[in-house]
């Protein structure tokens, strides 16, 4: 069946543009992650929703970054104003149910602010 | 979420065995071990998991410590598609909702 897919796969932004990254997870997942991981690093949690509620977004680095999920499906990652920092691969996973089930991760949008 | 502490990297020759370790000294006894994998230019990808006993599946095998301070992935058969960084990660059965990955083990295999 259908993995995660995620959208566009590349971006490129000038610096203080706003980008929107998709993610549409798996049919019928509950739970959304979006995970952010830098050149050579291991993914970073940014925030987790359960169905359209975002429980978690303790890992989103400011107040520039916004997620939502607004039908519990499909989300979008918003970054407003970006910076050089912001460059990195964004990572979406979803996973059937809650807590300890296997998350599935989607391709990762590679973001590149110049 | 507890840490875990794993080699920079490994190498191995393609169709023998590879046991990956990893030090967990502060599991506590809600902690689930998950072991992801990520190849070059993808997702992380789920292997295994497991709490207490050792567990198999098609992909791997997971060797839990009696003591639950360590654990080792054995990947039986190693082929060039291995090739990856694996990362071992602790999950809280009640609370373990987020991935907090480290920075893995480079696994190369040579031909």
């Known amino acids: 069946g259908a993995g995660v897919s995620q959208s566009p796969r590349y971006k490129v932004a000038k610096r203080g543009q706003d980008v929107a990254l998709r993610c549409d997870p798996i049919?019928?997942?509950?739970?959304l992650f979006w995970y952010q991981q830098a050149l050579g690093q291991g993914p970073e949690f940014l925030t987790y929703?359960?169905?359209?509620?975002?429980?978690?977004k303790s890992g989103l680095p400011s107040d520039r970054f916004f997620a939502e999920r607004p039908e519990g499906s499909v989300s979008t990652l918003k970054i407003q104003r970006t910076q050089q920092e912001d460059s990195a691969v964004y990572l979406c996973?979803?996973?059937?149910?809650?807590?300890?089930?296997?998350?599935?991760f989607g391709p990762g949008t590679r973001l590149t602010v110049t | 979420d507890a840490k875990t502490t794993q080699p920079n990297s490994m190498e191995s020759n393609e169709e023998e065995p590879v046991h990956l370790p990893c030090n967990h000294s502060?599991?506590?006894?809600?902690?689930?071990i998950h072991w992801y994998r990520q190849l070059p230019s993808q997702g992380p990808e789920y292997v295994i998991h497991?709490?207490?006993s050792n567990v198999n599946n098609r992909m791997a095998s997971l060797a839990i410590a009696e003591d639950r301070k360590s654990s080792t992935l054995i990947l039986h058969r190693a082929t060039l598609r291995d090739a990856a960084v694996y990362y071992c990660?602790?999950?809280?059965?009640?609370?373990?909702?987020?991935?907090?990955f480290g920075a893995g083990t480079i696994l190369r295999v040579k031909s």
């Open positions: 049919s019928g997942h509950v739970s």
């Open positions: 929703f359960q169905n359209e509620a975002q429980l978690d």
């Open positions: 990660i602790l999950r809280d059965v009640e609370y373990g909702n987020k991935l907090v």
């Open positions: 502060t599991i506590s006894g809600t902690d689930y």
């Open positions: 497991g709490l207490t």
């Open positions: 996973a979803s996973s059937l149910r809650v807590r300890v089930d296997e998350q599935y």
